[in-house]
Each structure stands twice: as structure tokens, then as C-alpha cells.
């Protein structure tokens, strides 16, 4: 069973339009994540909630908006893509950021966006 | 300076070498420190986390944490060439936190 997942796999899309990106977790935990991995395989946080509540909003531009239903889903809507978004976003879970240490994140299998 | 930095190969060892992979941190208060493991176009997976000074081992993989001189290793004992990936280092940077920097990766080559 897959623990973190995510939908599409891939997605290729014109400049100017709006796409969504859908994340589902089913271990349990009340953290979630998106980060963006670039062509140069640097990967990097974008945003992060806990049981709904945003927690992590990095400096990311606005046409980027997180949204989660509940504990278990956290989409990323991105409008107006540009070209620049291309990259490879990840999904990701933890227990419990307030674990403290030892609190781990397990990633979903990526979403690969390409902006023509 | 970046903020977690690794060398980014390739490392090239023979199968059933030791590869030593090495990370440095520039966040002084950085709490915990995770090694995870990516294949081309797949997930980084996690291989191991370490937050205490001194060594952890888990089966082939051992972490070794220096906190004075801001220093985190992977030693991995009898490399396979299923070992042949990128070895992404990462940071917690504070308390009740868990923002994760991400070091650029290594790329590990294990050679038969």
C-alpha cells in the first residue's frame, strides 16, 4: 500500500494556465509538505501544514496556493504557470512537527511539471 | 555560503568498499540531521537520522555527527552497485520546526 501519493505522476501544460497537484497520505500523520525539486536536483520547501493549519509558507510567489481539506490531503494550485515552474514537486509526511528530533518525513513519488 | 553543503561527486568506489559521503551545516543550532537516498527519477528516501553527537549505525549504514566542527557523514560498509545514487543530506534547522535544508546531493558510483 502506498504511504504517501500523489496525482499526476506527470503533467505538461501550456505557459498562463492553472493546474493543481493532489497529495494523499495514509500513515497517519498530522504534518504535510511540498518542496520543489529544480533541474539541478536541488530540492526545497515550499510550504507545510499541520492538521490543516499552516505552519511553513517559504518565500515562494503568490500564484502558488496550498490547500488542505484535511490532515490526510494537501494539494498544491499553481496559476499562471511560467516557465520557471518546471521542476519536480514532492509531496511529503511526518508524524508530528512538534515531535521535536526525531520526527522524520517520508516523500510521496513526485509530480514531474513541465511549462512549455 | 550555503547553508548545508555536500560534495557532488560522482564518488566512484569498487563493489564492497566503504563510500564515505560528508556533509557540512552552516546553522550552529541545527537539531537534527537525516540522510535520505534518491535513484534517478525517483523519491528521496530516507536511510537514516542522527541528532546526538558520536555515531549510529544501522545495518550497513553508519551517521557520524560532529556537532562542534558542524559536521555530518554517511559511512556505508560493503558497497553494492544497487548503492549507485544520489545521497541528499539534510538539516533541521531549529526547535519545533521541521524545516528541512537540503544539502545538493552526492552522486554515488559503485563499480563491480
Known amino acids: 500500500d502506498t504511504a504517501v501519493s500523489q496525482t499526476p505522476k506527470y503533467l505538461v501544460t501550456q505557459m498562463g494556465n492553472d493546474k493543481s497537484i493532489k497529495c494523499e497520505q495514509n500513515?497517519?500523520?498530522?504534518?504535510m509538505y511540498w518542496y520543489k525539486q529544480d533541474s539541478k536536483k536541488f530540492l526545497k520547501i515550499m510550504f507545510s501544514?499541520?492538521?490543516?493549519?499552516?505552519?511553513i509558507n517559504e518565500t515562494v510567489p503568490n500564484r502558488f496556493s496550498p490547500k488542505s481539506p484535511d490532515k490526510a490531503h494537501l494539494n498544491l494550485h499553481i496559476n499562471s504557470l511560467e516557465l520557471g515552474d518546471s521542476a519536480v514537486y514532492f509531496c511529503?509526511?511526518?508524524?508530528?512537527?512538534?515531535?521535536?528530533?526525531?520526527?522524520?518525513?517520508?516523500f510521496g513519488p513526485g509530480t514531474r511539471l513541465t511549462v512549455l | 555560503q550555503k547553508e548545508v553543503e555536500q560534495n557532488s561527486g560522482p564518488l566512484s568506489v569498487p563493489e564492497g568498499a566503504i563510500a564515505s559521503l560528508n556533509c557540512t551545516y552552516s546553522d550552529r543550532g541545527s537539531q537534527s540531521f537525516f540522510w535520505y537516498r534518491q535513484y534517478s527519477g525517483k523519491s528521496p528516501e530516507l536511510i537514516m537520522f542522527?541528532?546526538?553527537?558520536g555515531d549510529k549505525e544501522d545495518g550497513r549504514f553508519t551517521a557520524q555527527l560532529n556537532k562542534a566542527s558542524q559536521y555530518v557523514s554517511l559511512l556505508i560498509r560493503d558497497s553494492q552497485p544497487s548503492d549507485s545514487a544520489t545521497y541528499l543530506c539534510?538539516?533541521?534547522?531549529?526547535?519545533?520546526?521541521?524545516?528541512?535544508?537540503f544539502g545538493t546531493g552526492t552522486r554515488l558510483q559503485v563499480f563491480p
Open positions: 511529503a509526511s511526518s508524524q508530528d512537527f512538534r515531535a521535536g528530533v526525531t520526527d522524520t518525513q517520508y
Open positions: 501544514y499541520n492538521n490543516k493549519e499552516l505552519i
Open positions: 539534510a538539516v533541521n534547522i531549529g526547535y519545533n520546526t521541521d524545516k528541512l535544508i
Open positions: 500513515l497517519g500523520h498530522d504534518t
Open positions: 542522527i541528532y546526538s553527537n
